[in-house]
């Protein structure tokens, strides 16, 4: 009896708080807002309506989706949270956002951001290094945006700062389309864990 493939029930985006100059990268954004409300996945995200934030939010709500926003105390009180998300989850801080996200979704995607994007795709790229998880983390490279990143993530495993395999944390798409089938053949062959050791200094 062949088992079913698993399906992608909700999806944690790190994104921009703006919009960015290039208006692809709300075009990508929509696409995959509408891919995730017409498969039925639900969007994780940092709870605000302004951004492809909003992009994202606004179209899963548009298409019937379910939206589960994790917001900061503090920038609810600067009303930056969605007011029409399906869920918001208000906590005391941005360590706490980021783990509330982690435990609510089953894949990562990380679309064209700042530097809040940077550090919540770092962190969790840093915890599938760790073996604290091994969820799939999407990059989506709209444009060719983080060229320049994977160009220096490239770069620390040439330095020797980090073990040959480590490239396979994450897996680059360059269209929105790609996005959730990559997420579900990740989960139904999920990647081996990568090399995790630390060299220990050689005695004098």
């Not at 360590?95 to 919540?120: C, N, Q, W, Y």
């Not at 980090?162 to 089938?181: C, F, Q, R, S, Y």
Request: charged share 20%; hydrophobic share 45%.
């Amino acid at each position: 009896m062949t088992l079913p493939a698993p399906k992608l029930t909700s999806l944690c985006a790190f994104c921009g708080s703006q919009p960015g100059l290039d208006p692809v990268y709300a075009i990508e954004a929509t696409r995959l807002a509408q891919d995730m409300a017409g498969h039925g996945t639900a969007l994780v995200f940092g709870g605000g309506r302004v951004g492809l934030m909003g992009v994202l939010a606004d179209t899963v709500l548009a298409g019937g989706g379910k939206v589960i926003g994790v917001i900061p105390t503090f920038l609810r009180d600067k009303e930056l949270a969605h007011r029409a998300a399906t869920e918001m989850l208000v906590v005391p801080d941005m360590h706490t956002r980021k783990r509330m996200m982690f435990e609510r979704s089953d894949a990562f995607v990380i679309l064209p951001g700042g530097v809040g994007t940077m550090d919540e795709m770092l962190e969790i790229i840093t915890w599938r290094q760790l073996h604290l998880h091994n969820k799939p983390i999407i990059i989506l490279n709209t444009q060719g945006y983080w060229d320049p990143l994977l160009q220096l993530l490239a770069g620390t495993i040439k330095a020797g700062f980090a073990h040959p395999g480590h490239e396979n944390l994450i897996t680059v798409v360059a269209h929105a389309a790609d996005v959730i089938p990559t997420a579900e053949a990740e989960l139904a062959a999920p990647k081996l864990p990568v090399s995790f050791k630390v060299s220990a200094p050689k005695e004098a």
